[in-house]
């Protein structure tokens, strides 16, 4: 779910989403009371992809009717479960309940729009005791339609729930539908991406942001990169992140300056990349013009290569242009993303 679905923000957001591009239209709106749904209470929808999944791929029968101990949920996502943890829970269904989503994405007819909240209602359950028993929900058509298509589901890392910014939860979903596990990785235009995250920071704050996140590397599996064009655009560029899957010997020559120690930072097969490229590169990313162009720049479609025809599905539902692709793995984060 690349697209500006949720709040990126814990604050009370009541400022409605508008996003526009190419076919594909997008409008969410928030009622006072509640505010509008989080990028962190997203986290519920992913663990009810992750039931539905599991439950089709062990032949039993899904619903949209959902019934879980808040216990299940609140570990299942990496949250505590003390008194204030049962609480936000609750605020977090709240606000799902309550935020309406209108949109094109996945719509048979060009026009038409399909409205939803991103939970259609739920409710606290309780034995004939009158003690607590569990909470139930249903999920809308929508949502629910893009779980049971493969090619719209994406495996996660489990470290992206301990993402503690919402542009790096918002990134991270974005990077791994678009680089998948693409070679070369791709990339993308500072001003886009400050429109497709739906952020009501203005543009300077946001890729202030940005830069510091590429300071960081904080995204699981991927590394981040900034590249800056002769005219000044800023592109932020990504790849997925090399890793050592077999022991190697005390002193690992690799090809670099010197010698790289064995278990060092990001790969022991070459030296780690730097943030910040100076200069010209004798490679240019592909800019994932087949699925999904309207993120990309159409003017450079002539100087590209784009030799990686695969791609891959968004985190949940996608819509037209994001979601041309791919693969097929169910969204349940285990280790490494496996359910």
């Known amino acids: 779910m690349a697209y500006p679905f949720f709040s990126l923000s814990k ?38 992809a992750s039931q539905i999944v599991e439950a089709r791929d062990t032949g039993l029968r899904t619903s949209r009717l959902m019934v879980a101990t808040p216990y299940e949920i609140l570990r299942f996502i990496g949250r505590g479960t003390s008194l204030r943890d049962y609480q936000r829970l609750k605020a977090a269904l709240d606000r799902l309940q309550s935020t309406t989503v209108c949109t094109s994405i996945r719509q048979p007819a060009e026009g038409r729009r399909h409205r939803f909240s991103w939970i259609n209602e739920w409710k606290e359950r309780t034995d004939r005791g009158g003690r607590p028993d569990g909470v139930e929900l249903i ?34 979903r974005l990077v791994r539908k678009h680089g998948g596990r693409q070679r070369n990785g791709w990339r993308f235009d500072f001003h886009h991406l400050h429109l497709k995250s739906g952020a009501l920071s203005p543009f300077k704050r946001f890729a202030f942001e940005l830069r510091d996140i590429i300071r960081r590397q904080p995204l699981p599996g991927y590394t981040l990169s900034l590249e800056i064009e002769v005219g000044g655009r800023m592109l932020l560029a990504f790849e997925p992140a090399p890793a ?5 010997n005390s002193v690992v020559p690799s ?18 990349k730097q943030a910040l490229t100076h200069g010209v590169k004798t490679e240019i990313r592909a800019p994932n013009l087949d699925s999904n162009s309207e ?45």
């Open 139 to 172: 999920v809308p058509d929508w949502f629910y339609q893009a779980v049971l298509d493969n090619a719209l589901v994406l495996t996660i890392d489990r470290a992206y729930f301990d993402l503690t910014g919402g542009l790096d939860r918002w990134l991270y």
């Open 255 to 272: 090809g670099t300056r010197g010698h790289v120690p064995s278990g060092t930072g990001p790969s022991c097969h070459r030296e780690p």
């Open 295 to 339: 993120s990309n720049f159409l003017e450079r479609a002539r100087d590209v290569q784009n030799s990686h025809q695969g791609t891959i599905g968004a985190l949940g539902p996608a819509g037209k242009g994001d979601e041309n692709a791919a693969p097929p793995e169910a969204l349940d984060p285990g280790s490494g993303g496996a359910r």
């Open 244 to 248: 050592c899957g077999y022991p190697v």
């Open 11 to 48: 604050t009370h957001r009541v400022a409605p989403i508008d996003f526009v591009a190419g076919g594909v239209s997008i409008r969410v709106e928030a009622v006072p009371d509640h505010g509008m749904a989080t990028i962190w209470d997203a986290d519920i929808l992913i663990w009810a």
